[in-house]
């Protein structure tokens, strides 16, 4: 990466420490220090962000600031792809959901994805349970609940295979 190039400051991008520069040499904030005591090179914002108790926003925040001072160096965001729902598993999702509920389908699911805080560009692979309960609980009959449920369990299996 060329020095004029910014780095992607999301959730799933990963910094490491600087080897130019130390923490040692400028004043850092607690909430900046507890940051780089979990830089390793491979975690990315979000889970820095989730050890340590800050929202996203206030980590991307820290971050960008590490990242002026000099003190971290970005490694990658390609974690992002290793570990994303294909986009055309919400549309299998919501053609099992318009059979049980009906034309309503999209709007739960939209729904249920904004609830979690989520986009179906971004979400991966290791909230599908979640997703799937949540949308399930929108199911006021139990018999299409567990029909829908079955039917996910085998569209998950999918999404585990590729």
């Not at 999301?10 to 400028?26: A, C, E, H, I, Y």
């Not at 929202?55 to 003190?71: C, H, M, N, Q, V």
């Not at 979690?116 to 018999?143: G, H, S, V």
Request: hydrophobic fraction near 45%; aromatic fraction near 8%.
């Amino acid at each position: 990466m060329s020095p004029k190039e910014q780095p992607v400051f999301g959730k799933f991008s990963v910094f490491s420490l600087s080897r130019d520069n130390s923490p040692s040499d400028v004043t850092l904030r607690s909430a900046e220090w507890a940051v780089i005591t979990q830089l390793d090179g491979h975690k990315t914002i979000e889970e820095i962000a989730d050890s340590l108790a800050f929202s996203l926003d206030e980590a991307i925040l820290l971050f960008s600031g590490l990242y002026s001072k000099g003190l971290v160096d970005f490694v990658s965001a390609d974690k992002v792809k290793q570990s994303l729902v294909p986009i055309d598993f919400f549309k299998k999702v919501e053609n099992e959901l318009v059979r049980i509920i009906g034309p309503v389908a999209n709007f739960v699911i939209d729904d249920v994805l904004w609830a979690m805080d989520e986009k179906k560009e971004t979400f991966q692979t290791d909230k599908i349970a979640e997703l799937i309960e949540a949308i399930t609980e929108e199911i006021p009959d139990d018999t299409k609940k567990l029909a829908f449920q079955k039917q996910m369990l085998d569209l998950i299996k999918e999404v585990d295979h590729t």
